[in-house]
């Protein structure tokens, strides 16, 4: 068992939600096991949440980073309960719960019922003119093509090319999916980021009829997104970071501080086992080191403890994306704005990936007679957008906007946010990595990775990793 008796001092690499969670669930284990914990957080910025951020503007309620997390996957969602945020939570706007995709420079809905990748109702698959009599064909094929044999993992774009044709990856799935992951559906693991589709496909050998039989069940509506489970705060996703700094008084803080190694150190069993050295010079020492964020930061911090280790962590790959927030009163924008925001097939030739309506979206993000839009720009597919400056990047984005949108007038403000290396991108064989950098870190005992680079990259996914670090590490300390 833990000796109780004797502090245990660990230390937490990066103040995003990752790092913030592990304290959070070091905190409530400390506490109901008794347990000596003397816990430093080191961030190198100047606050605490990483690529959450909430920003307040002339009256808008503008999230720079994340602006929402899905409720499917319950481990934010539990998180807020524990904090007591619920009463904090809005949920998204009943009205216009769809999205609009792009085809030859229009705004189309998706298909009511066509949710990410396959289509499950058949009157809006007949009515939409977003596919042709051809490609609504090719799609209905899903029902009599049988289900591969083959266990490899395989391209998001080869799974939906396989059971529904390269035209509705082109003009629906495609933008879809890149809207979400900023990534390549070539390069993109299904098994990794969309693995109920594999799930749908072997269990009813079809996508579509696994869709409809499950969809009986949950009652799903809308197109798109299954948009009635995402939620947010409202004042923002910083709430939550907020909220996490005010409970976790006994962490000490230490922001503005750069990591740039972290040691093992050879030791008598009395003494702690890490030694992490900051930009400064100097060292602090631990019995754990907990190293959240982007794994490629940790494969650099990590290449004295373990080359091979460090080698893997490096090949999970990231993409950086920009958000482009732009502000105007309602009269400005001439499109009735029905819905959650449209995303933009490559084939489009377009600057932006896709946009979000955020004041349509959620209550509260934009004044009285006002509208607050969400560009997001980059990604795996346009990474060159990033070398532009902010005003050709917020240029790009008015150029896009106002022909989809209808708008002739400058926007009140617009506010540019980068966020370099901050996606990452599962590619195929994503699961054997992470299998492979998960056994190779258990040699090290007081160690434990967490972030958006392994077991799912949403805010939810990162709440687990954090949690689930804190949970291996005092378990590691025990054993
Ligand atoms: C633009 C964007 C939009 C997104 N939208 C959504 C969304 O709407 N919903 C959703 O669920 N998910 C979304 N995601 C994904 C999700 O927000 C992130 O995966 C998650 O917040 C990452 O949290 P993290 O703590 O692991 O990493 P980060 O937030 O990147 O935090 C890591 C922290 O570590 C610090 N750090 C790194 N290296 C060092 C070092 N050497 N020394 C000290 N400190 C260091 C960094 O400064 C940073 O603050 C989005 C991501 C991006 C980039």
Redesign the pocket.
């Known amino acids: 068992m833990l000796n109780h008796r004797q502090t245990k001092h660990i230390i937490i ?9 592990a304290a959070y669930r070091l905190f409530e284990l400390g506490s109901e096991q008794n347990l000596l914990l003397d816990v430093t957080l ?4 100047d606050r ?5 951020h909430t920003i307040k503007q002339d009256g808008f309620l503008i ?8 409720t499917a996957k319950p481990w ?1 969602l539990a998180l807020t309960r524990r904090l007591g945020l619920e009463s904090e939570l809005l949920t998204t706007n009943a009205s216009y719960r769809r999205a609009m995709v792009v085809r030859r420079g229009k705004l189309l809905p998706i298909p009511e019922g066509f949710l990410l990748m396959a289509p499950t109702r058949f009157v809006p698959m007949i009515a939409t003119p977003l596919f042709s009599l051809p490609g609504k064909l090719r799609m209905a094929m899903d029902i009599f093509i049988p289900a591969r044999k083959t266990n490899n993992d395989e391209s998001l774009a080869s799974f939906v090319t396989r059971r529904f044709g390269r035209e509705a990856l082109d003009r629906a799935v495609q933008p879809l999916i890149s809207g979400i992951y ?1 990534a390549d559906p070539a390069n993109l693991s299904l098994r990794a980021t969309m693995p109920r589709f594999l799930d749908l496909e072997s269990k009813y050998g079809s996508v579509i009829k696994g869709m409809r039989m499950e969809g009986k069940r949950q009652k799903a509506k809308g197109s798109g997104a299954r948009y009635g489970m ?1 939620v947010t705060f409202r004042h923002g ?1 910083q709430t939550l970071i907020h909220s996490l700094k005010d409970r976790l008084n006994h962490v000490c803080f230490r922001l503005n ?4 190694r972290v040691e093992k150190r050879a030791t008598d069993s009395a003494a702690s086992s890490w030694r992490v050295e900051l ?1 400064d010079g100097t060292s602090i020492e631990a019995d754990g080191v907990i190293i ?3 794994s490629k ?1 940790a494969a ?2 990590l290449t004295g403890v373990d080359e091979k280790l460090a080698e893997q962590l490096s090949t999970v790959q990231y993409a950086s ?3 482009i927030h732009l502000a105007y009163r309602r009269e400005q924008v001439a499109h009735p704005m029905d819905a959650f925001g449209c995303v933009v097939p490559i084939t489009e030739r377009r600057n932006i990936i896709a946009a979000s309506f955020s004041s349509v979206k959620y209550e509260g993000r934009a004044p009285a007679g006002h509208v607050l839009l969400r560009a ?1 720009m980059g990604g795996a597919l346009y990474p060159e957008m990033l070398q532009r400056n902010d005003e050709e990047l917020i240029a790009a984005a008015r150029r896009d906007l106002d022909d989809l949108l209808g708008i002739t007038t400058p926007p009140l403000f617009a506010l540019v ?1 980068r ?1 370099p290396d ?3 991108q599962y590619h195929v064989g994503h699961l054997d990595r992470v299998a492979a950098i998960r056994k190779q870190l258990s040699r090290h005992k007081g160690l434990e990775l ?3 680079g392994f077991e799912g ?6 709440v687990r ?2 949690e689930r670090a804190a949970e291996e590490l005092l378990a590691g300390l025990d054993g």
């Open positions: 690499i990066g103040g995003g939600i990752t790092g913030l969670s080191i961030e190198a910025r605490l949440g990483g690529v959450i999230d720079s980073g994340p602006d929402n997390f899905i934010a900023t995402f996703l501080t750069h990591v740039v930009k959240t964020g982007p930061h650099r911090l994306s920009a958000v997001f946010h966020w901050s996606m990452a967490g972030g958006n990259v949403g805010v939810p996914d990162c990793a954090g």
